[in-house]
C-alpha cells in the first residue's frame, strides 16, 4: 500500500481546533508585527527629532 494514498480520517472538531488554534497564532504574531512596527517607527521619530535639535543648535 503507498503511504501517499492512506486518507487519514480526522474528526471535524479536531479539524476546527487546529484551524482556531492557527488563526489565533496569526492573530498574536500581527499584532506582535505591529507593535514592532510601531516601535521602530517611535524611535526613528526619536532619532529625527535629535538630529533636528542638534542642526538648530549649532
Known amino acids: 500500500m503507498n503511504q501517499d494514498e492512506t486518507?487519514?480520517?480526522?474528526?471535524?472538531?479536531?479539524?476546527?481546533?487546529?484551524a482556531m488554534a492557527e488563526a489565533e497564532f496569526w492573530?498574536?504574531?500581527s499584532l506582535k508585527n505591529a507593535y514592532l512596527r510601531?516601535?521602530?517607527e517611535q524611535e526613528l521619530a526619536a532619532?529625527?527629532?535629535q538630529k533636528t535639535a542638534?542642526?538648530?543648535?549649532?
Open 54 to 58: 542638534k542642526k538648530e543648535g549649532e
Open 7 to 18: 486518507e487519514i480520517q480526522v474528526p471535524p472538531m479536531v479539524v476546527a481546533a487546529e
Open 47 to 49: 532619532l529625527k527629532a
Open 27 to 29: 492573530r498574536k504574531q
Open 38 to 40: 510601531f516601535q521602530a
